[in-house]
């Protein structure tokens, strides 16, 4: 089973609009980390937003927030306004505790390519 | 600030070559990791490192290896180079788990492989 599932392999949203790019994981660690990534056309990945699993709120970054839903397992990234500039790749990964505490990184999902139409 | 330094950022190589990417970081983080990321795809563990001396083997090592001699560099090296080595290698650091909220990542190497 895939530990790190993004449902929508792309999206097209008008300007101005929210979106909402879904994220759901699978683990069976109580420690765990959620984050967001932004991969422009350029390349880089440009980290959004973190989620830790003991975290009671949802995490938010400027125009960016996270809907954590911990018993569905689901880490939405909701982008508030969109610009023309947040046309991109996202993904979604984890950093589970397990046996070797998260020192192996990060498991990331496929990702969702979003087009931002003015 | 340079954060995470990866060259080269493009390379064509022939099947069987050798090469070796390179990756420094200057936040004196002790973890690095090295990902792959194929079209279409999310990123991929190929080996990471918890500490100078200190490898281990990710998600995707067959074909790498990797050397941890100081904190700062942790190159990647590419053994008899195949087609199916071609993607994009990004290097990435960070605090230990338990204190990291982020994880740095390099721009990326694009390597061609024919």
């Known amino acids: 089973a895939q530990k790190i599932t993004q449902t929508q392999p792309g999206m097209f949203v008008q300007e101005k609009e929210a979106v909402t790019l879904d994220c759901t994981y699978d683990?069976?660690?109580?420690?765990?980390?959620l984050f967001w990534y932004k991969q422009p056309s350029s390349g880089e990945m440009i980290f959004l937003i973190y989620q830790g699993s003991y975290d009671e709120q949802n995490a938010t970054e400027g125009r960016y927030s996270l809907n954590f839903q911990k018993a569905r397992k689901s880490a939405n990234l909701v982008i508030s306004a969109s610009q023309l500039g947040d046309s991109a790749m996202y993904f979604c990964?984890?950093?589970?505790?397990?046996?070797?505490?998260?020192?192996?990184?990060?498991?990331f999902g496929k990702g969702t390519h979003l087009i931002i139409q003015p | 600030n340079a954060g995470v330094t990866q060259t080269p950022k493009f390379h064509i190589l022939k099947i069987g070559q050798s090469m070796t990417l390179q990756c420094t970081q200057d936040m004196n983080h002790n973890y690095m990791y090295w990902y792959r990321q194929d079209p279409g795809m999310g990123l991929k563990l190929i080996y990471y490192?918890?500490?100078?001396?200190?490898?281990d083997k990710g998600e995707v090592p067959n074909g790498y290896n990797v050397s941890r001699s100081t904190t700062e560099d942790f190159p990647l090296r590419l053994e008899l180079a195949a087609p199916s080595q071609t993607s994009v290698y990004f290097c990435?650091?960070?605090?230990?788990?338990?204190?990291?909220?982020?994880?740095?990542f390099g721009e990326g190497s694009w390597l061609t492989v024919v």
């Open positions: 990435a650091s960070s605090y230990s788990p338990r204190r990291a909220n982020t994880i740095y």
């Open positions: 990964a984890m950093r589970e505790g397990g046996q070797r505490g998260g020192a192996d990184g990060l498991t």
């Open positions: 683990t069976s660690d109580q420690s765990y980390g």
């Open positions: 490192s918890v500490g100078a001396g200190i490898t």
